[in-house]
């Protein structure tokens, strides 16, 4: 089964999310970029709120859109993120000369990190592998820009299955995020990822809005039943998703 992240900026938020059934709860703020951090007392704020209520939900939060070579700031605040009473720390790492140091860093850091490989201008087989090998908690496969594309526009589905596998096969939970929405359902599923992360999806209105609890359920059980009759029901019940639903 895959597990739903969903993506919150508030307590108010978080509790919505675990009520609809997301099985992570994501903290981070959509208007400071693709993997915008919370300030970190709001963070520890949040996270003693909703342990309080949810003792066993499992919570992440992102340190913040940080570049690979700022390798001394991304481990700071990677320290700080995990002292703030979370259990997975995220740091997105786009491709590039500095990613596979950076990789290195997180490895040796006194933090439960998952790297968020961001996919946009590239990642190539022998950083996901490097990354895979050193036991690292989990991975994700994400993109960094919010401009309309999928991570499917950008990574095709034979090569992330590969990735996922690779992941697995080194004993860590493999996740996929990036823009996906209900057009994207059928390829979600046969992926079948440990974990599929949304925003955008889970929104009123765009990523920036407040999230719905509402659509939060309906891809909770997109994501649980696996059924198609079931998702596309869930799909046609969300305005401008009866077309992808008819696709499933």
């Not at 066993?56 to 991304?74: H, K, N, T, Y």
């Not at 860590?172 to 992360?197: F, H, K, S, T, Y």
């Not at 929104?203 to 719905?212: A, E, K, Y």
Request: hydrophobic fraction near 45%; charged fraction near 25%.
């Amino acid at each position: 089964m895959t597990a739903l992240l969903a993506s919150v900026r508030s307590d108010d938020e978080a509790f919505d999310a675990a009520r609809a059934g997301a099985e992570l709860i994501d903290l981070k703020e959509p208007n400071a970029g693709a993997l915008g951090g919370l300030a970190i007392s709001e963070i520890t704020r949040i996270a003693s709120l909703l342990r309080a209520r949810y003792p066993v939900r499992p919570i992440s939060a992102a340190i913040g859109d940080v570049p690979a070579d700022a390798l001394d700031e991304i481990a700071t605040r990677v320290i700080e993120v995990s002292d703030a009473g979370i259990d997975y720390v995220k740091v997105g790492v786009a491709g590039g000369p500095a990613a596979r140091r950076c990789i290195d860093q997180l490895a040796g850091l006194p933090a439960t990190v998952v790297p968020v490989l961001l996919c946009d201008s590239g990642i190539d087989d022998e950083l996901v592998s490097h990354t895979a090998a050193l036991g690292f908690a989990g991975v994700m496969f994400d993109t960094a820009s919010k401009d309309g594309s999928t991570l499917f526009d950008h990574v095709d589905v034979e090569t992330l299955g590969r990735w996922l596998r690779l992941t697995r096969e080194r004993g860590a939970m493999g996740g996929i995020a990036g823009a996906l929405g209900w057009a994207q359902l059928e390829q979600i599923r046969a992926l079948a990822p440990d974990v599929a992360g949304f925003r955008t999806a889970l929104c009123s209105d765009g990523r920036r809005s407040r999230l719905d609890p509402q659509r939060v359920a309906q891809w909770a059980d997109a994501l649980h039943r696996g059924s198609g009759r079931a998702s596309a029901g869930a799909a046609a019940s969300v305005p401008g998703t009866a077309n992808a639903a008819h696709r499933l």
